[in-house]
C-alpha cells in the first residue's frame, strides 16, 4: 500500500514554533526511512499553534534535508495568489530537487481578516468564483501552453529546465472532483473535511475522469484518499492521544480559536461524553476520524482502500505530542505491509 503523511507543523507541547518546524523535518526522515512516498506541508495562517504557513519554503527545508521521499504542498491555496508566481515557485523546487516535488493545489479561505491581508488589492474582498480559471493558468505556465489568442502568450515564461512538479488537484467538494476529472489530474480527496460526500464525489471523479496526454495529467483516474488517522496500543489510550484535537475543533465549531492544545487527559475529561471514536460499518462511509488500536484501524485502512481502489492513503495527524505521532507512524506501516 502506497502511504504519504500530510504535515501541519503543529508546536509541540514545551516547544516553540521553530521547534515545530524542526519536528517536521524529523518526521519527514522518518517517513522516507519507513517507506512513505510523499509527504507534504499544508498551508495554514493566523494560527499560533500551527507553524506550517509557508510550504513553499518548507519545501526546500525538507527536501535537502531528505533523499528520497517527495516533498510538496498539502496545498498551496491558489486562490491567494497569482498562477504565474505559483508556476516560478515550483519551477525553483524542480531545478534544485528534480523529480521530487509535488504540487498539490487547493483553495480555501483562511478567514475573512485573514483573507484580506493576503490580498494585493484590498478594494474589494476577493473572488472565489475564478477558481477554474486560476488553475488552467497555473497548468498553462507549467508548460508554456496557452493558446494562441492569450494575451500574453509569446511575451511571458515561467523559464525552468524542463523538469515538471507531480500536479495533484486537492479538495472536499464536487468543484475540486470536476475539474481534476476534466483536466486529466491526479485527484486527492480530504475525506476528514467532507465525511458525508466522499462516496458522491471520488465517484464524480472516477465516473467523469477525461484522459489526457499533457504533461501534468494522467491518462487513467489517480486517486488518493486523505484520511485523519489516530492509533496506540490500546483504544483507550489512542483516544487520548486524539482527545486534544477532537476539543480544539469542538471550540472551533463554537467560533474559539484557542492558540494551543490542552493536555491529552485534560482535553479528555473536557470532552466527557462528546469525544467520538467510531468504527467502521461501510468502508464507502468512512468516519471523520480513524481512532483506536492500530491493528483495528489498520484493517478499516486496508477496506477504505480497496472499496475505492485509490492508489495512494495519505494520513492527517493532528497533535502536539511530536514523541507519539512518530510512534504511531511507525506503528501504522508495520501493520499496513502488504
Given at each position: 500500500m502506497n502511504l504519504s503523511l500530510v504535515d501541519i507543523s503543529i508546536t509541540p507541547y514545551g516547544g516553540d514554533r521553530r521547534q515545530a518546524l524542526k519536528n517536521t523535518i524529523e518526521t519527514a526522515r522518518l517517513v522516507e526511512d519507513l517507506g512513505f512516498?510523499?509527504?507534504?506541508l499544508a498551508e495554514h495562517h493566523n494560527l499560533a499553534n500551527a507553524a506550517g504557513r509557508s510550504p513553499e519554503v518548507l519545501i526546500a527545508a525538507v527536501a535537502e534535508n531528505t533523499q528520497r521521499i517527495n516533498v510538496g504542498s498539502g496545498a498551496v491555496l491558489l486562490n491567494h495568489y497569482s498562477p504565474f508566481k505559483v508556476a516560478e515557485l515550483f519551477g525553483t523546487l524542480c531545478e534544485l530537487y528534480p523529480g521530487r516535488i509535488d504540487l498539490g493545489i487547493g483553495r480555501a479561505t483562511t478567514g475573512r481578516y485573514?483573507?484580506?491581508a493576503l490580498q494585493r488589492n484590498r478594494s474589494s474582498y476577493q473572488r472565489f468564483d475564478d477558481s477554474r480559471e486560476q488553475l488552467v493558468e497555473l497548468l498553462a505556465w507549467l508548460t508554456d501552453d496557452f493558446t494562441e489568442n492569450h494575451p500574453l502568450k509569446g511575451k511571458v515564461r515561467s523559464y525552468n529546465d524542463g523538469g515538471l512538479p507531480n500536479v495533484y488537484l486537492l479538495g472536499s467538494s464536487s468543484f475540486s472532483a470536476e475539474a481534476a476529472a476534466e483536466l486529466g489530474l491526479a485527484y486527492v480527496f480530504a475525506s476528514f473535511i467532507n465525511t458525508s460526500g466522499t462516496y458522491p464525489i471520488i465517484s464524480t471523479y472516477t465516473r467523469t475522469f477525461q484522459p489526457s496526454e499533457k504533461?501534468?495529467?494522467h491518462k487513467r483516474p489517480k486517486l488518493t484518499l486523505s484520511l485523519s488517522v489516530y492509533v496506540h496500543d490500546t483504544d483507550e489510550l489512542a483516544l487520548q492521544f486524539s482527545a486534544p484535537m477532537q476539543y480544539m475543533f469542538k471550540q472551533m465549531q463554537s467560533g474559539i480559536i484557542t492558540g494551543t492544545y490542552i493536555p491529552e487527559?485534560?482535553?479528555l475529561e473536557k470532552?466527557?461524553?462528546?469525544?467520538?471514536?467510531?468504527?467502521?460499518?461501510?468502508?464507502?462511509?468512512?468516519?471523520?476520524?480513524?481512532i483506536g488500536k492500530t491493528e483495528t484501524v489498520a484493517r478499516e485502512i486496508k477496506?477504505?482502500?480497496q472499496a475505492y481502489g485509490a492508489e495512494e492513503i495519505m494520513f492527517q495527524i493532528i497533535t502536539a505530542n511530536h514523541t507519539q505521532r512518530l510512534k504511531s507512524l511507525e506503528l501504522l506501516?508495520?501493520?499496513?505491509r502488504d
Open positions: 512516498q510523499r509527504i507534504w485573514t483573507d484580506v504533461p501534468y495529467a487527559e485534560e482535553a470532552l466527557g461524553s462528546s469525544i467520538l471514536m467510531e468504527r467502521l460499518n461501510n468502508p464507502l462511509h468512512p468516519p471523520r476520524y480513524l477496506l477504505i482502500r506501516v508495520n501493520h499496513l
